[in-house]
């Protein structure tokens, strides 16, 4: 049985989801070169309160999905998700474009929460009737390459932002995977 299970956001979550948002330092580990920016939670740094979020969630919904991974233990938000539609609405430049992005709440990191919330991920971008998806990482985040690997992702190549600097590891995965 799962220990999480991917919800979307709503304002009976606002004060968890400020939580969550609370516990990113400002050196987290990033694919953008942007440091205000969660994976998985895009765009709630250019917010001040979880409310006005909520709404943007809401006006995008033709373009992004994002999910909480919500462990029902204890009602604790433990990561984010958010499923890109289309390629070519995550960023400027279509090479680090990714369909899904992800963070775990830092507490709650090294539990398998990210390996779960992926295998979880996949399956709503089936629903959406993708077979396959792209997702990027940074070269460096070992946690988030061993996530995709484990989750049956294809190693593609490493390309480098001139503008960012940085160095991303991109993959292709099946939705169809059945991953223990």
């Not at 433990?78 to 289309?86: A, D, P, Q, S, Y």
Request: net charge negative.
């Amino acid at each position: 049985m799962s220990e999480i299970k991917l919800i979307k956001p709503s304002i009976e979550y606002a004060q968890k989801i400020e939580a969550y948002r609370a516990e990113f330092p400002a050196e987290r580990e990033r694919v953008t070169y942007d440091p205000s920016r969660i994976p998985g939670m895009d765009y709630l740094e250019k917010y001040d309160n979880v409310l006005d979020w909520l709404q943007f969630c809401e006006n995008m919904s033709d373009k992004l999905t994002w999910y909480m991974a919500f462990r029902e233990s204890d009602s604790k938000i433990v990561g984010f998700i958010v499923f890109r539609h289309k390629l070519e609405y995550d960023d400027d430049d279509i090479e680090f474009a990714s369909n899904l992005g992800y963070s775990v709440c830092p507490s709650e990191r090294g539990k398998g929460y990210a390996k779960e919330q992926l295998q979880l991920g996949l399956q709503k971008a089936k629903a959406f009737g993708f077979d396959n998806v792209r997702i990027v990482c940074r070269d460096t985040n070992i946690g988030s390459n061993k996530t995709i690997l484990a989750n049956g992702g294809v190693y593609i190549d490493t390309i480098h932002g001139e503008e960012s600097g940085l160095n991303v590891n991109r993959y292709d995965l099946q939705t169809d995977m059945n991953i223990n």
